[in-house]
DNA sequence: ATGCCATCCAATGGATGA
């Protein structure tokens, strides 16, 4: 099974560019954020003309999550529990039955944060420690999870290309990172780290001040594996060549191959 | 660099993003 994330920033802006990277990737499930569309907006028909299930968890003009699948999907489960009061739609699960494996995945559009101190970071890590909580529960399932998405954090130095530039930032804060870890130390393992220690992969690079051309990223879409899921994993990569193409996302996919 | 660009909603500008 191939496992993707993707941050597309819009769906509407990104209905060519997504449909051409699924044509030339060949993913079979892959999780979307931003998608900036409420769900009866979402354009369901031209993903499951090639072949897709399509579960959105929308918001109107902002954030919201989906996931593409072309395997059978069961037991959805749209928002992050934990906080009845939140209204942003930043969370959705779905198990996705492998044809070796069946896989609880969940992908995850976690808070910015910025600017920090303030409510917005404070939201941030609220939703971190949410996250840890719902981690944890669906860990005592012990079947293989996939945790997929755009974390907003940096998790080391070698994950920037100019550290230095975000020493204040709600991305790399050590608080931020500590946050990170905790989850981690759950037992999960981020899969592009596990085959891939090179320094200066990237997965997001800023529109502004041609950051792409001088290479000027962050790596911040991760996808992390429980134990008996990174038991499955065969390789990862990160699709940087997506950013150079025609109106781009700010973000590039990342993705795993599962034994699964 | 105090958002330089991009997206959305709504309306010729504001909010948000990382």
Redesign the pocket.
Known sequence: MKLATF?I??????IEALPAWLAQAKPDVVCL??I???DE?FPHEIFENMGFRVETHGQ????GVAILSRLPLEDVVRGLPGDENDE?SRWIEATVIGEAQAVRVCGL?L?????APGP?YDYKLAWMARMKTRVASLLKTEEPLAFCG?Y?V?PQAEDAAKPQNWET???FLPETRAAFRQILNLGLTDAFRAVDQTPGQYS?W??????WERNNG?R?DHLLLSPQCADLLITAGIDKAVRGLE?????VPVWVELAA
């Open positions: 941050n920033n819009g769906i509407k802006a990104r954020q931003e900036k569309s409420v907006a109107k003009g902002f954030n942003q559009y808070p910015n944060g910025n600017p917005k755009d907003n940096i930032d709600a991305l997001f800023d529109y502004q001040a041609g950051a962050i911040i109106k781009p996302s700010d973000h």
